[in-house]
């Protein structure tokens, strides 16, 4: 992990969830110390209990929380009260309407548009039709994941929404699940930042 740390992500997702592979676990202790300049650390939670999240906040020095659930827009707000950072995660499907993320947009700093996927929270490494996006329109920025490998660079390049702000890697950037490939993340963020992405 300190090697991928020399490209210097923006953010590092921790993922809290038990229905992951990824799972950190409660009693976890990060991997690496926490000198890591300006990436940003992020913890992934799916319908947690405000309490647990509070707990690992405090234990990770963690700077954003992402939730992947049905959490409310108060519910947001509650975590943003704290002075944390809040991204909500939405799952884009055909019959996705983006009106449903109107109520969040008060109480989160990023959106996250994810594939759905039945009965999975994220790392399906599967993608939406990007196409979808143009029928977002803001105002608050947002991540796009979903099955995202190098072979979608040109394509992600080709993106032109007033509010992508960045891309999230997971699977098509493991050799396992939470066993990423060093090599190829290093590869696809030279590769991205290159465009300004």
Partial sequence: MEEILLEKPDMMGFIFYEGSPRNMGNDSILPIDLSWGATQRVGVFVNADITQIREMIQTHDLHYIQLHGEESPIFCRDIQSTGIGVIKAFGI?????????????PYCDFFLFDSKSAGQRGGTGTKFPWSFLSEYQGPTPFMLSGGIGKEDIPLIRSLDHPFLMGIDLNSKVEKAPGLKDINLVNHVIKSLRNDQI
């Fill in 93 to 105: 499907d055909v019959d996705f309407d983006f009106v449903e993320t109107e109520p969040y947009h």
